[in-house]
Structures are given as C-alpha cells and as structure tokens.
C-alpha cells in the first residue's frame, strides 16, 4: 500500500449480524458511522504482564489514548484471524508470533461508531519494537496495576478498548 494514507483503506462494510454489505474507505467509514469490524488482541509476556501502549496524536480516533490491547480495523476481504496476527505483528513491531487465540466477539457502540469487535489473546516472548507511527509509548504491566489504573481513571483510556476490557475480565471470570 505504501502511499495510501489510513483514510483511504477500502474496509468491509457489515450490518448487524456481521455480515458484509460492501465497502467504502476507511474515512468514509468513520464519517458516515457504517458498521465494520475490529480485532483486539490482548498480548502478554512470559511474566503475564500485559502490553500496555498509548496512542500517537496523530491517530484517526482516540489520539493519545491508552490501550491494553493492539489491533485494529479489518481491510476489505481480510478475515478476523488474519488481521488479529498482523495487527499484533505490526503494532509489537515483531515477526513469528504465534497465532493469537480467539476468545470472543461483540458489537462496540460508543464514543467514536461502532464496530464488531473481536477479542483475541497472545503470549508474546520476542522483544518488541512497536511502530513509532501508532505507539508513543509502552510498557508490560502486572495484570494488578492493570486494574488499578483502569479503576482509578488516572489515565484516558480508548473507550473500545476499556469496553473489551471489561468484557474480557468478566469472560475470564466465567
């Protein structure tokens, strides 16, 4: 792709049971609020810490937000298991990662659209080298400072993630 600027990547338009409807470009997308689909993938180190990053200002939504997962908008065609590697490669900034595990999906509606997104887990051993484009900085937090700096509300957090994450948390609870 190279030159095509990230608003202009043909995403797949889907309706409300996930199903594609057509595509249109990524601003177009997020302009008009059309439903598309996200991965999430939550990646731990051989400790259990969990990768936490924020964003760049110059992100199309939620710049210099936090996240606790990597991951992103699926391109046109791309399946849900295969944009959750890449994703994950791309934003760890690492090769031969093993296959992230999928958990569960759900429909996002909140603060910027909405968007099927599925939630996805990943150990990651390699030393990591985010893109400096998308990640302004990061670190691995134990899974309880996690928690403390979700509930404290001491850092502004990408509301679809913050969702998942509350989702993921009650998942593993059963």
Known sequence: ??????ADEVLDVVDRD???TGQAPRGEVYARGLLHRCVFVQ???????????RRTASK???????????????????????AALREAEEEL??????????????LYEGPGGAWWSYVHEVRCDLPVAPQASEVDWHTWLPQEELERRVADGSWAWVPDGLEAYRRLTAYRAG
């Not at 990646?43 to 990053?53: C, M, T």
């Not at 900034?93 to 759900?106: N, R």
């Open 1 to 6: 792709m190279g030159s095509v600027s990230a």
């Open 18 to 20: 996930d199903r594609v």
């Open 43 to 53: 990646a731990r180190d051989a400790r259990g810490r969990v990768f936490v990053h």
């Open 60 to 82: 199309l939504v939620f710049p210099g937000h936090y996240d606790m997962f990597v991951g992103g908008v699926l391109g046109a065609g791309e399946d849900y298991a295969g």
């Open 93 to 106: 900034g690492v090769s031969g990662l093993e296959q992230p595990a999928p958990l569960f999906k759900f």
